[in-house]
């Protein structure tokens, strides 16, 4: 019992003695910190910009939903548009608009990474202003119907890659993939890669790092450029 007493300090020790090896990064200024922390934009603005993240499935899945109906109306040869096609589309397109402009209003809380941001929001855009094309397309009994398909095709397109864009600025680069190495080593039976560490520091406060702060704090997204992957200032 004593041993293991002895033992637990002497961990305890040796993590303080690596933690106080570490270089302190010099503490802001109160100003600088406060200005840091304060928002871009009216308060009632921002609240409603979180409305983004809770309205953002829902013209995905009116706009996929569309796409079944429509086939099934032309594989059995009838004229003029499904009803039920025309009606997803209408909620989509209206969807979109809606939440492109709360994701506008989002963003200027200055939280996110500057490009994977600014990437998202103009694909995000790009896909509301198409949806809305297609909506109003299938309103028309002229050539401009014509631009329904193509119009709500390219929106889907643009809501895929502003997906992936949008993970990448709240996650972080790489979200997607971060698993994948250890996903083909499992399928292929083997031990799960693992970076190299070494060193009290490397065995006994890395992993808590790993663990706690760099989802934030890390090479992928270093919020308040702070990062804690790194001893570099």
């Known amino acids: ?78 004229e003029g548009a499904s009803p039920a096609a025309r009606l997803l589309l209408d909620i989509g397109a209206v969807g979109a608009l809606i939440t492109a402009a709360l994701g506008l209003l989002l963003a200027a809380n200055g939280k996110y990474d500057a490009a994977a941001l600014e990437g998202h929001r103009l694909w995000g855009v790009s896909a509301a202003i198409l949806a809305g094309v297609a909506a109003l397309a299938q309103r028309c009994t002229s050539a401009l119907a014509k631009l329904k398909m193509p119009a709500a095709l390219a929106s889907m397109a643009c809501i895929a890659w502003a997906s992936h864009l949008g993970g990448t600025a709240t996650h972080g680069e790489g979200f997607l993939s971060e698993y994948l190495p250890h996903a083909r080593a499992a399928l292929a039976g083997q031990p799960t890669p693992s970076p190299a560490a070494s060193g009290e520091f490397a065995e006994r406060i890395q992993p808590i790092l790993e663990e706690h702060c760099l989802a934030c704090h890390g090479p992928k997204k270093p919020k308040g450029k702070y990062r804690l992957d790194t001893r570099a200032l």
Not at 6 to 13: C, K, L, N, P, Q
Not at 37 to 51: I, Q, V
Request: proline letters at 9%; charged letters at 25%.
């Open 1 to 78: 019992k004593g041993g293991k007493t002895v033992g637990v300090a002497e961990t305890i020790r040796k993590a303080q003695a690596a933690v106080e090896r570490m270089p302190v990064r010099k503490p802001r200024t109160p100003r600088a910190a406060d200005e840091s922390a304060k928002p871009a934009g009216h308060p009632a603005l921002l609240f409603l910009g979180r409305f983004h993240i809770v309205l953002l499935h829902l013209p995905i899945a009116c706009l996929l939903a569309a796409f079944p109906f429509e086939v099934w109306r032309s594989l059995r040869r009838r």
